[in-house]
């Protein structure tokens, strides 16, 4: 069978990062966080001391970290020259500079020719999932998906996984970082014109994954 190039995009909190790694690997497919890798270059950047609220100065050393993706759904690993960052990625002070570093367009370029890159060379196909891949990424996609769901479904998702975090504060913080990728010059977050919408609102994980694998199955 020829390499299957699915894309999942959608806001945070609606289960795209589990649904997207149970798929790929269910079905034997390369997995791509592509959030991870915004995440990357934004703690790079934190680290070097680069000023967030200065697009000019984040775009002159846009390309300078070396950023490294493994796409193995069961170990999906990230690095910055040879650092793993897979941990410090997840802090608050990462989510919170995130959506400023991933508007600029120097930023976005480089890291799209790296996710190009990944998914063309998938030797059995891959599951790219973020913000703009079905749109901007990959618009060849053999299968497009944008999941959503209630803000309250993605704030109770996000708490829960932040242990004890609490829950209005998520949602607002939330909500905040999808208004600003949803309304960024550069390739927003957005719903594909030939995407599939699934509401997971009421679903439960499994059920996605269950729904989805369908929808791959369909395309091979
Ligand atoms: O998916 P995750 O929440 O880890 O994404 C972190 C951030 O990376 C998003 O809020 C967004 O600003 C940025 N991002 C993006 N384009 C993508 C994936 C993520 O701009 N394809």
Redesign the pocket.
């Known amino acids: 069978a020829k390499p299957v190039i699915v894309a999942i995009d959608g806001p ?1 909190g609606t289960g ?2 589990s649904t997207s790694k149970a798929v790929a690997a269910q079905l034997g497919l390369s997995y791509l966080d ?3 890798q ?2 990357a270059i934004t703690w790079w950047m934190v680290s070097n001391g680069i000023d967030i609220e200065d697009p000019t100065a984040i775009a002159a050393v846009a390309a300078k970290p070396e950023i490294i993706s493994g796409t193995d759904p069961a170990n999906p690993t990230i690095s910055v020259d040879g650092t793993d960052v897979a941990g410090p990625i997840r802090t608050q002070e990462v989510t919170s500079k ?2 400023a570093v ?1 508007a600029v367009p120097e930023v976005r370029a480089r890291i799209t020719e790296l996710q190009r890159t990944l998914a063309t060379s998938a030797e059995y196909g891959i599951v790219v999932e ?4 079905g749109t901007t ?1 990959l618009p060849d996609a053999d299968l497009k998906i944008f999941l959503t769901a209630s803000p309250e479904a993605r704030a109770a998702r996000r708490s829960g996984e932040l242990k004890g975090a609490d829950v209005n504060a998520t949602r607002e913080a939330l909500i905040k ?1 999808d208004a ?2 949803s309304s960024r010059k550069t390739s927003p977050l957005a719903k594909a014109g030939d995407a599939v919408e699934v509401d997971t609102t009421a679903l439960t994980l499994p059920q996605v994954i269950e729904c989805v694998v369908t929808l791959v199955e369909e395309k091979r």
């Open positions: 945070s795209k990062s592509t959030g991870a915004y995440r995130v959506s991933s973020g913000r703009d891949i990424v970082r600003a990728d």
